[in-house]
């Protein structure tokens, strides 16, 4: 433990919860839950999607109110009825999906929730807020124009300001060792951005503020978690001290020993003689004029920094942007139409699935049974009991978890979400699958089956062309690494089972 956190601990509790519960009508998400954060400390909180990290940091920052126990803070019960009222008791949230608001001005979005401080006779003094927003990104070494407005910035910028927001309401309601839920802020930085990230993180915590630190990413947690939690099944099943091991994470986490091989490399096929995927010269905002092609049962891996174009490749290619070029799938030219993709048997795990892979507000069924443009789809004619046949087997095949196919996806866990938007496409026969971070914001354990349904596919024949901001999942999974930056393809690495990639040579590339 940070020798400034030790000496912190001995203060009374910043905020935590004791015996809390949740239960939604009659789902049971919480059991008798206790865990506190100290001033000075950062505690991680791991688990499976699913596990109740969410619904704790919910009811720490007042967006529920638990149907058992209490929040406590300072040592005294409390009741946080809004985010509002947590924020101005010294509690802040920063979240994977930001909240920061584009089109407004940076020096508005470090006040947003805050504006009456600045209001005087309901006239917004926008000198004064420009002035705080000015000091206060000095104090964190953080630069920018605060007249800019957010959209200027890059996405790891942005989550910057996430964090410098919760600083900047701390400041505004002069509330003592703040406490910051951090809600897996780092799912999108990689890089330059992600050190500054933590070293600002760990700036404030030497500075008496209090993290509750949720993460995917093991490695994360126990490089700069004091302690940490481990959550199954709605409650807490261990408290650890930051020497645990990785594999022993795994193991409380999801009740089993983390398999050696998780990338399964031995099932690695490798390429076959026909091409499946072809781009020629395929360009567009963002993305230098691409040239690659992707075999039959071969993984591409595509990797760079944010910014390097890659994600808009994966857009590009599957025609859910404008781009320029040529397309071809099975030799077949591709126009602009999605519908051609669909009916040529391509599908596309995109990188933001809550806004467009997954249909949240529609049950599995619905979304398994969603493109209906594609092979084996029923064109002209619906069906309910075959599209209750349909999703029950993809859900069995997948290992969905859920109570039944009529579910709403926004209900399910992180992962099995993500496993939805894998059938909705797979169920309509696609075999050339262009995914975009697909294990983003997953747990281990969906991460290691989702793997296993890529090697399954390749082993049948499909191609799999995956853009990653996870350097390991790259070597682990890819016959081949693309390296992009600066939104062209600069260099190409092989990974082999017998002769795997080396990170540093992917990494040299990159930069």
Known sequence: MNQHARAQSSASTSLGVVGAGMVFDTNVVLRDVTMHVNPGEIVGLIGENGAGKSTVMDIMC?????????????????????????????????FQEQSVIPRLPVFVNL???????????????????????????????????????????????RQLLELARAVSLSRI??????????????AALSGGELELFFALVTRLRDAGTGFLFVSHRLNELLDYSDRLYVMKDGAVVAEVPASTSESELHRLMVGRERAEDMYQKGRQCGPGPDVRLRATDVSSDGLKP??????????????????????????????????????????AVMSGRLGDRVAAGAGYIPLHRHAEGASLGLSVSQNINEVRLGRGSDVGVRSPRRERVRAKEWVDKLRVRTRSPEQTVRTLSGGNQQ???????????AEVIIADNPTRGVDAGAKEEIYAIMRDLTAQGASVLLVSDDLSELIGLSDRILVMHDGEIVGEVTSTPDNPAREEDVVSLMV
């Open 62 to 94: 007042g967006v529920l109110q638990p149907t058992a126990g209490m929040v406590v803070m300072d040592g005294f019960d409390v009741e946080l009825h809004t985010p509002v009222d947590a924020a101005r008791r010294g509690v802040y949230r920063v």
């Open 111 to 157: 006040c947003l929730g805050a504006e009456d401080h600045f209001t005087v006779a309901g006239v917004f003094r926008k000198r004064a807020a420009q002035q705080h927003a000015r000091d206060l990104l000095a104090d964190l070494g953080l630069s920018y124009d605060v007249d800019k407005p957010v959209s200027a910035y890059s996405f790891g910028q």
């Open 173 to 186: 309601y002069e509330t003592r060792d703040p406490v910051i839920l951090l809600d897996e802020p780092t």
């Open 290 to 331: 691409t040239t690659l092609a992707v075999r039959r049962g071969e993984v591409v891996g595509v990797g760079g920094l944010l910014g390097s174009g890659k994600n808009q490749l994966a857009a590009a290619l599957f025609g859910a942007a404008g781009y320029r070029g040529s397309v071809e799938i099975d030799g």
């Open 419 to 429: 496993k939805v938007v894998f059938a909705k496409w797979l169920s309509q026969g």
